[in-house]
Every structure is written in C-alpha cells, then in structure tokens.
C-alpha cells in the first residue's frame, strides 16, 4: 500500500496516536505525517504510506487554513486551553471594525518568536521540554506569512466581546497560538486560543477526510506539474533500478514512470537525464 490518506484527526489526541492506529489497521510500519497537530487542535492530517513517505520533502511546503478562537481576556502559560491562567486584564469595549482592522493589520509577512510550549529545539532540546521544567529561553524570530484573514464570528457576553472566531490563511511555521495572543494584544487586553481546527494542508482539504489518494496521483493533488513517461525497455528500466541516469529530451521536472501501463515510481529530469527517486 503506498499513497496518502487524510485524516480529520479528533479532539485530544496526538499525531502519533492517529500513526499508530492507522499502522495497526493497515498492517504496515511505514507511515509519516505532513504537519503536526497538538492534541488540543483538530481537522487535517495528510498521512503518507509506504514508498509515499519518501515523498515528503516534496510536500513540506505548503500554506495552511485554520478556524480559530480566541478567548479575550485571560493569558495562559501554554497559549491554549491547556495552560495555566497568567494574566487577567479587562476587555475593553471594541467594535466589530476594529477588530476587522486588527486582524487586516496581520496581513503579510512578519517575524513571529515561537513559543515556549513547543516542538521547536534550542541547543538539542525542545522548548516544551524546557518550559515543563519552568524554564524560558531566548528564541530566534522566523519570518511568516498571513495570506488571508477574516472574522467568522464573536461572543459578546454583557456588552463585551470574549470570543472571536476567525479564518486564516497562513504559511508553514505560522504558531495560531501565537497569533491569537498577538490579536488580543493589538485589541487592548490579553487572550488565547481556545480551539483550533485546520481545514486544509496545502490542497489536501477536510471535506476529502477518509480519501486514499494513489502515489502517483499525489504531486498533482499538490499542484505539482508531473507527467507520465513510459519506460518500455527493459535494458532502461534495469539502469534506472540501478541508479544510473538515462539521457532523455524531457524537460526538467517529476516524472511518473511506467512499465507496461503500469505505474512503477517517480523519476527526476534534470538536463536532459532522468534518475529515479522512488521505485516501487
């Protein structure tokens, strides 16, 4: 079996739980996934299977949808549910135009510092394991990008608001943690995310969770321009297994090669030579 399945990954479990359950169902070792979820968050989790985790590097980048919720008002240690409360302040009065503008005011690229409860390593260790030990270290900013954000919703409790719900665009490396807190922040009090549900990985989207989509039909599903070339001659073929290149006026790029109108793996071109890159 190799391919991709997309999971809608549930409440309260890890990335690792929805790995080793699907390796029991499937009967196979061989499973990766494409982007992490805490256990908190829900919504996609594109898993490779077999000779298709060899094709993660090709899917690594990729831009992200998230619906998220912001609680105004309180700050926890974790920027989520699962933390303990650090700060109280008011919320003031705020106007649906303004928040409009806050989040507006998030589009683009900017540098964003990781947070502590987070997989993130500093020295070899990983900032969450550091912050269980109450520690706090100093971290590098990395660029980001907010391709799209808007208001979905908001909770007004006595006048004032105490959730907003919204959409966002964003690219790889984007903490919505983080962002939540910074939304709070520019809107005059503290907050963070009370949940979190991710829509879609690139093109893999939730409305396609329980999909398997075959190895070679997975680049095109990305967008990625891969065509089909048969490789009929067994001498060829033999080279190709063996590693060595075949010169080929193919332009440069993925190829899906196939044997007998079977699929067989993907190839790469490259100045007129084609190595393979997976054979299965």
């Known amino acids: 079996m190799n391919g991709l399945i997309i999971v809608d990954k549930p409440l309260h479990k890890t990335s690792f739980d929805i790995i ?23 919504g996609v989790l594109p898993i490779l299977v077999g000779e298709a985790t060899k094709l993660s590097d090709y899917l690594m980048e990729h831009d992200k949808e998230y619906i998220a919720k912001i609680y105004l008002g ?22 649906k135009d303004k928040i409009d503008k806050v989040l507006k005011s998030f589009l683009g690229e900017s540098m964003q510092i990781p947070p502590m409860y987070s997989a993130v390593k500093v020295n070899g260790k990983k900032l969450y394991e550091l912050a269980r030990q109450g520690r706090t ?29 919204f959409r966002v665009v964003c690219s790889k490396g984007t903490y919505i943690r983080v962002l939540c ?27 396609d969770s329980g999909r398997f989509i075959e190895m070679k039909d997975i680049l095109k599903v990305k967008n990625i321009d891969i065509c ?13 297994i063996n590693g060595v290149s075949i010169k080929l006026h193919e332009k440069d790029g993925l190829v899906n090669l196939y044997k007998d109108g079977v699929f067989i793996g993907i190839g790469q071109v490259e100045n007129e030579n084609l190595k393979r890159k997976i054979l299965i």
């Open 20 to 42: 080793r359950d699907l390796r029991k169902e499937y009967n196979t070792r061989k499973m990766g996934h494409i982007g992490t979820l805490d256990p908190m968050a829900t």
């Open 74 to 95: 309180e700050k926890r240690d974790t920027g989520d549910t699962e933390g303990e409360i650090i700060e109280k302040l008011q919320v003031p009065r705020i106007s």
């Open 137 to 165: 270290v100093e971290r590098t900013a990395r660029k980001i990008k907010i391709y799209e954000i808007e208001v979905i919703d908001i909770k007004i409790d006595e006048g004032i608001i105490k959730e907003i719900d």
């Open 181 to 207: 807190e910074d939304i709070a922040k520019e809107l005059g009090t503290c907050g963070y995310m009370k949940s979190l549900r991710r829509t879609r990985v690139g093109n893999f989207k939730i409305e």
């Open 228 to 240: 089909k070339l048969k490789i009929n001659n067994d001498e060829l073929l033999k080279k190709l």
